[in-house]
């Protein structure tokens, strides 16, 4: 799948395989990679007969015009992703075994007095 965004002015739809695709002014639209080299020539070298197909050409003359008008559709790839809920709850959290707490962390740093002292001088000069 490729998303296209029509960013030509005004709506544009076409058909493939039984299917019409309908690309609604500045709206991002999922469609097959196959539709979209049937419809635009998505990833051919010549667009040719797209453009003719299209009625975007009469023939190869018009083809400056016919390609001026597909530059104003975007194509892009990627994964539409459906973003979780927030939790209204806090998280769970799970009781910890006194056995784990003896265990060192290993997210904890030690830091060794030197550096530590290093670390308030430079805390106290930016503030």
Not at 84 to 96: A, D, S
Not at 109 to 118: D, F, K, R, S
Request: charged letters at 25%; one cysteine or more.
């Amino acid at each position: 799948m490729i998303f296209v965004r029509n960013n030509s002015g005004s709506d544009f739809q076409d058909r493939y395989d039984g299917v019409d695709y309908v690309f609604p002014e500045g709206k991002l639209v999922e469609c097959p990679v196959e539709a979209a080299t049937h419809i635009f020539g998505y990833g051919l070298e010549d667009k040719t007969a797209n453009m003719i197909r299209l009625g975007w050409a009469a023939n190869s003359g018009g083809l400056k015009e016919a390609f001026e008008r597909l530059d104003k559709f975007e194509f892009l790839q990627g994964k539409m992703m459906v973003a979780e809920p927030l939790r209204e709850e806090p998280p769970v959290v799970n009781p910890v075994d006194e056995e784990e707490e003896t265990q060192p962390n290993p997210r904890e740093v030690t830091v060794n007095p030197p550096a530590q002292n290093l670390l308030a001088k430079m805390a106290s000069m930016v503030s």
